[in-house]
Nanobody, 123 residues
Framework: QVQLVESGGAEVQPGGSLTLSCAIS??????????IGWFRQSPGKEREGVSC????DGQRIDGGRFTVSRDWTKQAAYLQVSDLRPEDTGVWYC??????????????????WGLGTQVTVST
């Protein structure tokens, strides 16, 4: 069973930055083949993909305010978010595609999800 655990959410002021972390495991073993996606869900809105990274071919979608990265040694993925805005307030999730390992911003493409971490951007 694949488990994902997000951390790093916080309350920050507009213009601030955060690094969100996603710890990944497969029943305690190393999970090598997957793609990671990062999603944001603001209150009253649908879950929205913001970034992704495939561990198979390195394909990635990021840029602008978002930077996705990975640490093989720690079995973790990260999302750096800069210039945070009030509309970034919500629960942020990481998700894993363990079937096709494809970088995608489409939530149904992912097989496993973490429980999310709360980000609040306010003055």
């Amino acid at each position: 069973q694949v488990q994902l655990v997000e951390s790093g959410g916080a309350e920050v002021q507009p213009g601030g930055s955060l690094t969100l972390s996603c710890a990944i495991s497969d029943s305690g073993d190393v999970l090598a083949d997957y793609a990671i996606g990062w999603f944001r869900q603001s209150p009253g809105k649908e879950r929205e993909g913001v970034s992704c990274l495939s561990m198979i071919d390195g394909q990635r979608i990021d840029g602008g305010r978002f930077t996705v990265s990975r640490d093989w040694t720690k079995q973790a993925a990260y999302l750096q978010v800069s210039d945070l805005r009030p509309e970034d307030t919500g629960v942020w999730y990481c998700a894993a595609d363990v079937q096709f390992f494809s970088c995608s911003l489409h939530a149904p493409d992912y097989d496993y999800w973490g429980l999310g971490t709360q980000v609040t951007v306010s003055t």
